[in-house]
């Protein structure tokens, strides 16, 4: 059964579709099967997978309103080896339809039940938005990624995400958790980068990834040709911070299902 990791944060430009085109891919390299979905309208992790949004037959829209069941939607992602399954901006109108529909905020946990066991793990790139389609993206997941901007205005919004996270955890997914904080366009010049960082280190510990993702041009522009870093140049330093991170974020979860069998195995 896969699991399932929403990358979420408020603020927009804080590289988080940039960290879920690029973790998936790097992730599938490891010889994992991925499936990423994009929920934020702007389909920017679609176009960087390579898809043309505008051409797209049937989306998430179609999947969340329960017009096409999500096998019809997902589609193998043309620049990298995980599966997609692509929005376009008619997730706009999902997402108004949603608010007076029955059990709104479970439309994707429930699209995703049937999939979920042909897949290791399923990335969702959530809007920069605490709305109605990041509820649906969170009540699905079984842990949250953060992509953070090391300045202090991403510092600040990041307390309404967790006190988010904290709600639903309490009341609609008690298995939700923070998979971790990830600090992306890191500039080690900048002052404010590594005060930031160090508060980040002493607030939330193990839960921070050690990988930084640098500020790349190569990781810049791999987006405007369709494609994560690690087809548009594998030898980049921000394709190197990546892999490094598929390493650790995968090292995390081995560790974690480990403990989980062998709790299993002392409770029974």
Known sequence: MAKIIALANQKGGVGKTTSCVNLAACVAAANKQVLLVDLDPQGNATMGSGC??????VS????????????KAIIPAPQASY?????NGSLTRAEIKLVGLPEREFRLKKALE?????????FIDCPPALNMLTVNGL?????????????????????DLLFTIEQ??????????????????????NRLSLDVSEQLQEHFGETLYQTIIPRNV?????PSFGQPILSYDA??????????????FLRKNKIAAEKKAALSETVY
């Open 60 to 71: 998430i829209t179609e999947v969340l309103l329960e017009e096409f069941p999500v096998e």
């Open 139 to 159: 009540v699905a997941a079984h842990g949250v990624l953060v992509p953070m901007q090391c300045e202090y205005y991403a510092l600040e919004g990041l307390s």
């Open 114 to 122: 049937p999939i979920a066991s042909q897949y290791d793990f399923i």
């Open 218 to 222: 190569r990781l810049a522009e791999a």
């Open 83 to 87: 599966r997609l399954l692509p929005t």
């Open 52 to 57: 043309n949004k505008q051409t797209l037959e």
């Open 235 to 248: 030898k980049s330093l921000g394709a190197r911070a990546y892999l490094l991170l598929a390493g650790e």
């Open 168 to 189: 639903l955890r309490e009341t609609v997914n008690p298995t939700l958790s923070i998979e971790g904080v990830l600090r992306t366009m890191y500039d080690a010049r």
